[in-house]
């Protein structure tokens, strides 16, 4: 009879230990459900904020290839002239004409067409309906009203003003700039002689550009054009008729204009007053694209900041949901 008993009992407990482990892993399945049907939700909704994400990063991406690409610039060479040599309408014009160049001539007022050797008024008529510009040349003595007569007889002759003045490095005062300036004149080209690195000049800026120019035989040609490419930047020429940096052959000359267009892919070669106003008109796109372009960046870096918040708080939740699930 006790043995009975006893193995009732242990009969009952077993089943009871059965009923319980069925209900323990019942309510366990249920549980990993709940906690799946969480974590497929999180899955579901991070896959969309994930894509979004992706989105926003792809959009500055394409934002800035854009902005490499509508912005682009290249380099800038120019010819300056010194004087109104005949030379440069007999010899120099058709070699430029035939190389689809033009070119600009300083003119200073002992230059002036009627002196000696000078072309004629025709002549420099001819080179301006060509393209070519002129721009005036503060000379060895000039007082501060120097280039009074060459702006006289632009004016005179109805050529356009440019607000260029060129000057030789050497005869360069503060005085005279402020005079410049003040005559409504933005640009001084600062002639070097034999030049240097330093005159590659950047993009014209407000007040008074001073961009360099050196002689066209002058030293260090190959690390000036080097350093123009890889900056961008302008560099000016200078062809005159006496000095020896500058002295003009055209077994010279024509060799330049044939070594600087093996680099047509990187330079471009142009008048000084066209390359000016390339380069503001750079200059202008430049700060235009930048400013929409970072409008439209900083938004999407906020849209991004908002999207991994939602991220963090979408973790937070699950860990949140999945403690109560269980």
């Known amino acids: 009879m006790k043995r009975r008993v006893i193995s009732m009992v242990c009969t009952v407990i077993a089943l009871a230990g059965v009923v319980l ?27 969309v904020l994930e894509a979004e994400k992706r989105e926003a990063e792809r959009a500055i991406s394409d934002i800035n290839k854009t902005f490499e690409s509508t912005v682009e610039v290249h380099s800038t060479v120019s010819f300056i002239f010194r004087g109104m040599s005949n030379v440069i309408y007999t ?11 033009t070119g600009t001539i300083a003119v200073s007022k002992e230059t002036l067409p009627g002196n000696e050797g000078c072309m004629t008024d025709e002549q420099v008529k001819a080179l301006v309906a060509a393209g070519w510009s002129i721009v005036p040349e503060w000379s060895e003595g000039d007082g501060l009203n120097g280039i009074t007569s060459v702006d006289l007889w632009l004016r005179e002759n109805k050529y356009v003003i440019d607000c260029i003045v060129m000057i030789s490095e050497q005869y360069y005062t503060s005085e005279i700039e402020n005079y410049i300036s003040i005559s409504g004149y933005n640009t001084l080209i600062m002639n070097t002689g034999y030049g240097g690195d330093s005159v590659v000049a950047t ?91 970072a409008s439209e960046i900083a938004k999407l870096h906020s849209d991004i900041a908002i999207i991994e918040e939602q991220i963090d708080e979408l973790y937070k939740n699950y860990e949140m949901n999945k403690d109560d699930k269980k």
């Open 203 to 293: 993009d014209p800026v407000e007040g008074m550009w001073k961009p360099g120019a050196m002689g066209y035989r002058g030293n260090n040609l190959n690390s000036v054009l080097k350093k123009a490419m890889d900056n961008k930047g302008h560099i000016t020429f200078v062809i005159g008729f006496e000095a020896s940096s500058e002295l003009y052959t055209e077994t010279k000359f024509t060799s330049m204009l044939s070594y600087l267009s093996s680099y047509k892919d990187e330079l471009e070669m142009m008048n000084f007053v066209d390359a000016k106003k390339y380069r503001m008109d750079y200059d202008a796109r430049l700060k235009d694209y930048s400013a929409q372009m």
């Open 91 to 101: 010899d120099i014009f058709p070699i430029m004409k035939d190389a689809g160049l």
């Open 21 to 47: 482990l069925a209900w323990g892993y019942k309510n366990y399945s249920k549980e990993q459900a709940n906690i799946s049907s969480v974590y497929s939700e999180l899955s579901e909704k991070l896959l």
